[in-house]
């Protein structure tokens, strides 16, 4: 099963923890490396055991070995931050000797221009470590500073401190470190002599932390916590089920390895092979992605055309009622166009039953109609009588009829048996109801 197991380094051996929790010390013939390669550290991993090919290791690096400082810097990125500091390691790190490998806790948002707690590593050192580590059959290495496994530990031990800041007191036969973790993160170290000669400056750095802690081998241990209890400085006991880690800080920070988030170090190789497997994923992401739309996209379009095969099937179901419901439509709007013209037609017509009865009325008895003939307004009356003039002097009379003339001239005809008449044709036009003559 895949998972990551702990090891803390230090110059001179390797702290190895088995699978049941046990501790393996191999020392390390070297105290140094010679070029990219550990031999001593190779054989001793590989001493350990076979290697799980899916299990990768993580590293705490005790002191020397790594160097962790709060430097105050700017509010830059942390990809800023690591390039600044690798660029200058020897202006902020006491122990840099040629090329560093620079780690970072990341700025949490808000903290402006708070001190950053960094730390720096030789890169051949580095370098070593991951070559032995991968040469030894390990599917990866993750090297941490053994002050962040030990804030990390502070944090497995009182989970119950949210927000609060515990002091983790690390006690050493030649020196002392207070480790402020806060939520299991690393917060900031300070270093001291042992307790005895700088009992008063760590009881001034441990006063404003929420809780105190000692962890160390038995004398050292004791020795602090003597020096902070004759100062009036209380401190916290360590559960039974951690005592026996927190009497060896090397174990501790081997066992809470795994934990530690940041910071982490990591060699230009390393952080290579990082982002590559950054971009795979984001390469297979992304074609997943377009996949998914692809996908997507097809159903789409087989949704759309079953909607518009259904569409079509109902429309081809309707489309002879359709037809006939438009045809008789059709049939109703020229029915309807055809009786608003006779409606027209019949209004705007002129009355000409009126003005014939006028114009029997008027003319004389011996007068009689032979043709009637009548477009828009005018009119032609063609008549015999006995007397044209008389017919003409009638009409003139007439309030329906205007504009009198005659349209051909006056012809005398004499009918076999019968007296001799006029034949008349005359033209007029009919005035409207208000008594105009149309134009």
């Not at 993580?58 to 800023?80: F, N, Q």
């Amino acid at each position: 099963m895949a998972g990551t197991r702990g090891m803390a380094l230090s110059a001179t051996e390797a702290l190895l923890l088995d699978g049941s929790g046990g501790v393996v010390r191999v020392p390390l013939v070297e105290a140094g490396t010679e070029g990219a390669a550990w031999p001593a550290l190779e054989a001793a991993l590989r001493g350990w055991g076979e290697a799980p090919t899916r299990e990768s290791l993580a590293v705490a690096l005790m002191p020397p070995l790594a160097e962790v400082r709060s430097i105050p810097l700017p509010p830059l990125g942390d990809d800023e931050v690591l390039q600044l500091l690798a660029r200058s390691g020897g202006r902020y790190f006491l122990g840099a000797r040629g090329p560093q490998v620079i780690g970072v806790m990341p700025r949490a948002r808000g903290e402006g221009e708070q001190p950053r707690v960094v730390v720096a590593a030789a890169a051949r050192l580095v370098t070593a470590i991951e070559g032995a580590v991968l040469a030894a059959g390990w599917a990866g290495v993750t090297l941490v500073p053994a002050e962040a496994a030990w804030a990390a530990a502070a944090g497995a031990i009182w989970p119950g401190r949210v927000g609060g800041v515990v002091g983790l007191v690390i006690a050493e036969s030649d020196h002392t470190l207070v480790i402020e973790s806060e939520g299991g993160g690393l917060r900031g170290v300070r270093r001291f002599r042992t307790a005895d000669r700088d009992a008063a400056l760590l009881v001034e750095a441990l006063r404003p932390l929420d809780t105190v802690a000692v962890v160390g081998g038995d004398a050292p241990r004791a020795q602090v916590v003597r020096a902070l209890a004759g100062l009036g400085v209380s401190v916290q006991p360590i559960p039974e089920a951690w005592a026996t880690a927190a009497s060896d800080p090397a174990a501790l920070a081997a066992r809470m390895a795994s934990a530690v988030s940041a910071p982490r170090l990591a060699s230009a190789r390393q952080r290579e092979t990082r982002a590559a497997q950054v971009r795979r994923v984001a390469w297979q992401l992304g074609a997943a992605t377009v996949v998914l739309l692809m996908v997507a996209a097809a159903f789409e379009l087989i949704g759309a055309r079953r909607q518009l095969a259904a569409l079509q099937s109902a429309r081809a179901a309707v489309a002879p009622a359709v037809q006939a419901t438009l045809v008789g439509r059709s049939s109703m709007e020229e029915a309807y166009r055809r009786i608003a013209d006779v409606m027209m037609a019949e209004r705007n017509a002129p009355a000409w039953s009126s003005i014939l009865a006028d114009f029997a009325a008027r003319v004389p008895e011996d007068a009689h109609l032979t043709g009637f003939r009548a477009r828009g307004d005018s009119l032609v009356v063609d008549g015999l009588a006995g007397s044209a003039s008389l017919v003409f002097q009638s009409l003139e009379a007439s309030s329906a009829l205007a504009n009198l003339r005659a349209s051909a001239p006056v012809r005398r005809q004499s009918p076999e048996g019968s007296d001799p008449m006029e034949r008349f044709t005359i033209s007029a036009v009919r005035r409207t109801a208000s008594g105009t003559v149309p134009r």
